[in-house]
């Protein structure tokens, strides 16, 4: 005979009292029950690399993150490898903008002459980049427009280019972030056709239209002339559509698939994950980083614990990798042990 109070402090059974506390009361043994065990293994950290040179500028909404030129990625690098993280995602900008965004598929780019320095100096990075147009074009947008509206055939055309320059440049994995339609199965078949049959394919799959973008825009300088970009990124009311895209992007060739924003899109990761068994990336975003820096700056919250449990919640829902901006401050954190 059972009985039960819900709420009560103690319950008791036939056998025994039944109590999930006895597990929580040691920091050992909450270490050695616990479910989600987060890794520096799965940290992939963003970077952004600038035309000039010397150049090593903080970013004023991305606190601790910097803009730096090609002869400061090396060293940069260098730091990185250090800390334990398996790779970079490269973002680049361009010295001149163009409504095509021609910058962006030149050899002398800086993200193309990024990713030699880069192999140069730790060949034991992987190297991912992201392929997009925004921040090369003289309106913003990830694609070529005809009129006011994006062209999405001719989009992908150039995107395949931009990721074939990467490619040739080193690129271990190339990140198609535009959200055209199509574009992983172009750049697939391109590559292949070039001779990179190697290299894999990140998918921005279920990339949303969201709120959370500010900072990076101002990093990346690829904030939209007009308009927005709600037009061929993802409606955040919407997750079934998620799985589709994720489907289609593996269909089409991708190698791991991405939700975009990470923290507030937990649901499409946790339900990414559950329908699909490809390596799953999540990126916490600009924003996402910016508030909880916000915050901590004002003595609000505690940073390196909102952060770790920011990305244990990350690898909770399911991803595999986390593309966040903590990825170095987190791997000396992880070295130190949990919060609590």
Not at 8 to 29: C, K, Q, S, W, Y
Not at 67 to 90: F, N, T
Not at 160 to 165: N, P
Request: aromatic fraction near 6%; glycine fraction near 10%; proline fraction near 4%.
């Amino acid at each position: 005979m059972r009985e039960r109070l819900i709420g009560a402090v103690t319950a008791t059974d036939e056998v025994g009292a039944i109590r999930p506390r006895r597990l929580r009361r040691l920091a050992g043994l909450r270490r050695l029950v616990r479910e989600t065990r987060l890794s520096v293994d799965q940290l992939l950290y963003p970077m952004f690399v600038v035309p000039g040179e010397g150049v090593e500028t903080e970013i004023g909404s991305l606190p601790g993150q910097m803009q730096r030129s090609v002869d400061r990625m090396g060293a940069a690098a260098r730091e990185v490898a250090a800390a334990g993280i398996q790779g970079v995602l490269l973002f680049g900008q361009a010295a001149v903008k163009s409504p095509e965004g021609d910058e962006a598929s030149s050899a002398d780019g800086a993200v193309q002459r990024a990713i030699g320095e880069i192999k140069e100096t730790s060949p034991e990075l992987v190297v991912f980049t992201d392929v997009c147009l925004c921040a090369y074009t003289d309106h913003g947008h990830c694609g070529v427009l005809d009129g006011q509206s994006i062209d999405n055939d001719a989009s992908v055309e150039r995107i395949a280019e931009v990721a074939i320059s990467h490619a040739q440049a080193g690129a271990d994995v190339v990140a198609p972030s535009d959200m055209m339609d199509g574009r992983v199965g172009a750049i697939r078949s391109m590559l292949d056709a070039e001779g990179f049959s190697e290299t894999a394919i990140m998918a921005y799959a279920a990339k949303y239209a969201s709120a959370f973008y500010g900072p990076f825009r101002e990093a990346s300088g690829s904030a939209p002339a007009f308009g927005d970009r709600r037009g061929y990124q993802m409606d955040p009311g919407n997750a079934r559509e998620a799985l589709w895209e994720v489907g289609l992007d593996l269909e089409e060739g991708a190698d791991i698939v991405m939700v975009k924003p990470a923290l507030t899109y937990l649901d499409v990761v946790a339900r990414v994950r559950a329908e699909y068994d490809a390596p799953l990336a999540a990126y916490l975003v600009s924003g996402e980083y910016a508030a909880i820096k916000a915050g901590a700056a004002r003595g609000w919250l505690d940073e390196r614990a909102a952060a770790l449990e920011a990305l244990t919640a990350v690898a909770r829902a399911g991803a595999d990798i986390i593309i966040t901006y903590w990825a170095p401050e987190a791997a000396g954190w992880l070295d130190e042990g949990p919060t609590h």
